[in-house]
């Protein structure tokens, strides 16, 4: 099977597949820094422009920027990407924004959500094909939380997944190629909640996330792979600004001073889905197997 010009024969390669600009930066981001410094090749897959979602900054909460948006989300994004250091592609779907209300409004036609999961895998499939990663992560069945476009990234990887090494199909989206391993991002679970509102009451300030606690039932045991990467979460923190329209500075998103973080939790999480070589669990190391 040909490779790629100036592609490695042994390079390790890494492909995150996120639904939206910004997500990149809220999960997994200390994970991306680390592995670029370490010499691995990564690339974060956007499935939508985000041109539905809202400026959840108020500072910036002004008509010309919701006017475009699409424009300053696409810059936001490549700045982040500069600051992780990574490589990244859009599929080119239309965000299919927060459907709200009950019941629940039909889906805008033609969004991200809307289309087949097949024709949505597609674009991936060929990113699959053309950067041939052995490590896949997306979300877990439930999207992470059940936006639509969540969900749908992750059967649009699932999908891509069993399909990109088949010889016989698609092969217009080039070479078959089969990651090795999948997994899916694990964010928040109870121990790291109650974690954050331990160092909460330590800090004498009120914990913001204190309703997801009580929301969240205990599933920390789909956790099987914990990163270490507590020196990049300046970095992370960095990327996630870069987001300006979609971040407040002084909101919760930065209420834990990231200097405790690194302390009580200085790991990233996932849990491996999918396993074609024989690993160990608990690991420390998504190319566990691999190297």
């Known amino acids: ?10 390079q390790l390669r890494l492909l995150m597949v996120h639904a939206h600009p910004d ?6 981001a200390a994970t991306v820094a680390k592995y670029v410094e370490d010499g691995v090749e990564v690339m974060i897959a956007t499935c ?11 500072k910036l909460d002004k008509p010309e920027i919701k006017e475009n948006l699409f424009e300053i989300r696409r810059k936001e994004m ?11 592609t859009w599929l080119g779907f239309v965000d299919s924004g927060w459907p709200d209300g009950e019941p629940k409004p039909p889906l805008p036609k033609g969004c991200f959500a809307d289309i087949s999961v097949e024709e949505a895998a597609k674009p991936l499939i060929k990113v699959i094909r053309e950067f041939r990663p052995q490590v896949l992560v997306t979300y877990d069945e439930n999207g992470g939380y059940p936006h639509p476009d969540h969900i749908r990234c992750h059967e649009i990887t699932m999908f891509a997944y069993e399909q990109s090494g088949r010889v016989n199909k698609y092969e217009e989206l080039g070479f078959a190629w089969q990651p090795l391993k999948v997994y899916y991002h694990r964010s928040f679970n109870l121990s790291q ?13 009120p914990n913001p996330y204190a309703e997801w606690m009580d929301e969240s039932k205990d599933d920390s045991d789909r956790t099987t792979t914990q990163i270490e990467c507590a020196k990049y979460f300046d970095k992370r923190d960095l990327a996630l600004l870069a987001h300006a329209t979609q971040v407040d500075p002084d909101g919760d998103w930065f209420a834990l001073p990231t200097e405790v973080a690194k302390r009580i939790w200085p790991t990233e999480d996932y849990q491996l889905a999918i396993s074609r070589v024989t690993v160990n669990t608990p690991e420390t190391d998504l190319f566990a197997g691999l190297r």
């Not at 099977?1 to 042994?10: V, Y």
């Not at 939508?48 to 108020?58: A, F, K, S």
């Open 1 to 10: 099977m040909p490779r790629l010009k100036g592609q490695k024969l042994n």
């Open 23 to 28: 997500d990149e930066a809220s999960k997994g």
């Open 48 to 58: 939508t422009g985000g041109e539905r979602g809202d400026v959840l900054n108020p």
């Open 78 to 88: 490549q700045e982040s990407i500069k600051i992780l250091g990574a490589k990244h």
């Open 193 to 205: 909640l109650k974690a954050i509102d331990n160092a909460f009451k330590e800090l004498g300030k």
